[in-house]
């Protein structure tokens, strides 16, 4: 168990660096590839990818303070107590993954950019909500993210001939 916890902590002070924070959104865009291209397997990959970005990156070795700040409200929000309230906010993510796994295999850029500006939206309003000052740590990532997406979809739209959009 000691191991776990060590490897928890270690993963965690890697959370710090905004490397991670910026790179997270844009693992939407393999995601919805694979899910474009019906792959059980890309989107697998894709999430395993995801979950696991956090701790790509080297600790910072002075974190930002509101980064800081609003991961100890993330944090001190997962180790509370849990009730019907948190376990419908915490579904959000899989149910906003789904969604977008739905609308991109049914391959509709329109409503899968619509899902991601609205995940996009959620996450900056649940930051506020429950970290106060410290959301504004959210806002950066999020929409260089949406940004970044955005255009991505736009170009293979454009030279992919995606056509459904």
């Given amino acids: 168990m000691e191991m776990l916890q060590n490897f928890a902590e270690w993963a965690w002070l890697r959370h710090h660096n905004p490397l991670s924070w910026y790179i997270r959104p844009l693992f939407l865009i393999p995601f919805c590839y694979a899910a474009w291209r019906r792959s059980l397997t890309g989107i697998a990959v894709t999430l395993l990818a995801l979950a696991t970005s956090m701790f790509w990156f080297p600790a910072p070795a002075h974190p930002d303070p509101r980064v800081a ?64 000052e410290s959301g504004w740590a959210v806002v950066p990532p999020a929409i260089a993210g949406l940004f970044v997406i955005t255009v991505v979809m736009f170009v293979a739209r454009r030279k992919l001939g995606w056509v459904s959009f």
């Fill in 69 to 132: 700040e609003f991961l100890d409200v993330e944090r001190k929000y997962l180790l509370g107590k849990w009730g019907a309230a948190k376990l419908l906010f915490t579904a959000m993510a899989p149910l906003f993954l789904f969604a977008l796994a739905f609308v991109f295999w049914r391959r509709s850029i329109w409503t899968g950019l619509t899902v991601i500006a609205v995940g996009s939206l959620l996450k900056i309003g649940w930051s506020f909500y429950f970290g106060g």
